[in-house]
């Protein structure tokens, strides 16, 4: 008699234990791909700002001093380093002067972005 009660009881206590653990990792899970979503974010953010601040030092002196074919060859070298960036550099009217890719110079900058904001704020400029 006490045999039955005792498995019984074991299977309660074990079905009582999986539930906290699928409980417990099923928490665990949510949260870490809820904040690892945010965090990633966050990094692309970050690492995106430093390639701009990097790109903006490094042709900043060439074109204080007019030096047209040092910024061409900036452009051509980080084209080469990193192949999904698009470089484009313009004057306010928004026609490209110098890129990274050269079948895209004299083109106008708002044919290149996608985003409707992003758009609309180069038109307010």
């Given amino acids: 008699m006490f045999g039955v009660i005792k498995t019984r009881l074991g299977f309660k206590i074990m ?52 030096d047209k074919e040092a910024i061409k060859k900036q452009l051509q070298d980080l084209r080469g380093r990193a192949k999904d960036v698009e470089v484009f550099i313009s004057a306010f009217d928004q026609e490209i002067t110098y890129s990274t890719h050269e079948d895209k110079i004299d083109a106008r900058v708002g044919d290149f972005i996608h985003n409707k904001a992003t758009r609309q704020a180069l038109n307010q400029i």
Wanted: charged share 20%.
């Fill in 15 to 66: 079905a009582a234990m999986v539930a906290i653990i699928l409980v417990s990792l099923s928490t665990e899970i949510y949260m870490r791909i809820y904040f690892g979503t945010r965090d990633r974010f966050e990094i692309a953010t970050s690492i995106t700002r430093e390639m701009a601040d990097s790109i903006y030092t490094g042709i900043k002196s060439p074109m204080a001093i007019g």
